[in-house]
């Protein structure tokens, strides 16, 4: 296919896309698949968790898991693409649909921080790394209210796109270092959560 026809009729900018420019992340998840386990065993053995506590803890360390783990198969995929780019498109489409998963999780998991937090993690509209992500996941949940809406360009053939540098959409871009910055501090969440310190004055069992 020609870049037109690649740009208009598969997704805006596939032309362009030469590389995985979502880096390698496998280093901080070293433990990834591990931490609702052992936020479990540490529950039930170890430390006292109050309920609401543990049911937001148990959502944060899945949906982080569930986020990571996507971010490494889109990862997986985008490079199967990139090995015939144009002609590979089913790869391509299973690389964006698994980012979109990792984003949707990965906001899940900064949900569950912040009612753990009662802290507010970023302002409306500050242009953050985080209210970007929230902008991109969203709309993933919701493009068709928005194109009801008249929300979205009309030329569009997909409401997010992968490019080199970032995920974008018509508004909005989440850079892949901004992305990578985010799950690693999410698996440095998780590595505390998971592993809760036992109060000092805890009485010994």
């Known amino acids: 296919m020609t870049a037109y026809s690649l740009d208009k009729f598969v997704a805006p900018r596939l032309s362009e896309l030469t590389c995985v420019g979502a880096p390698d992340i496998g280093q901080c998840s070293?433990?990834?698949?591990?931490?609702?386990?052992?936020?479990?065993?540490?529950s039930m053995l170890r430390v006292k968790i109050e309920d609401r506590y543990r049911?937001?803890?148990i959502q944060l360390l899945r949906k982080t898991e569930g986020a990571l783990q996507e971010y490494h198969e889109a990862r997986d995929h985008l490079a199967k693409y990139l090995i015939d780019p144009g002609r590979a498109?089913?790869?391509?489409?299973?690389?964006?649909?698994?980012f979109?998963?990792?984003?949707?999780l990965a906001?899940?998991?900064?949900?569950?921080?912040?009612?753990?937090?009662q802290e507010r993690l970023f302002?409306?509209?500050?242009?953050?790394?985080?209210q970007r992500l929230n902008r991109l996941q969203n709309l993933t949940k919701h493009v068709c209210q928005e194109l009801e809406r008249g929300d979205l360009p009309k030329d569009l053939s997909l409401p997010t796109w992968l490019t080199d540098t970032a995920i974008?959409?018509?508004?909005?871009?989440?850079?892949?270092?901004?992305?990578?910055?985010?799950?690693?501090?999410?698996?440095?969440?998780?590595?505390?959560?998971?592993?809760?310190?036992i109060p000092e004055d805890a009485d010994p069992a």
């Open 89 to 98: 498109v089913s790869a391509y489409f299973h690389a964006l649909r698994h």
């Open 30 to 42: 070293q433990h990834c698949g591990g931490w609702v386990n052992a936020f479990i065993l540490n």
């Open 107 to 117: 906001y899940q998991a900064y949900e569950a921080l912040r009612y753990m937090v």
């Open 123 to 130: 302002e409306q509209d500050d242009d953050s790394p985080l």
């Open 55 to 57: 049911m937001l803890s």
């Open 168 to 197: 974008e959409c018509h508004d909005s871009s989440l850079p892949w270092s901004e992305f990578a910055e985010l799950l690693r501090e999410l698996a440095k969440v998780a590595d505390v959560v998971a592993n809760p310190t």
């Open 100 to 104: 979109e998963t990792s984003l949707i």
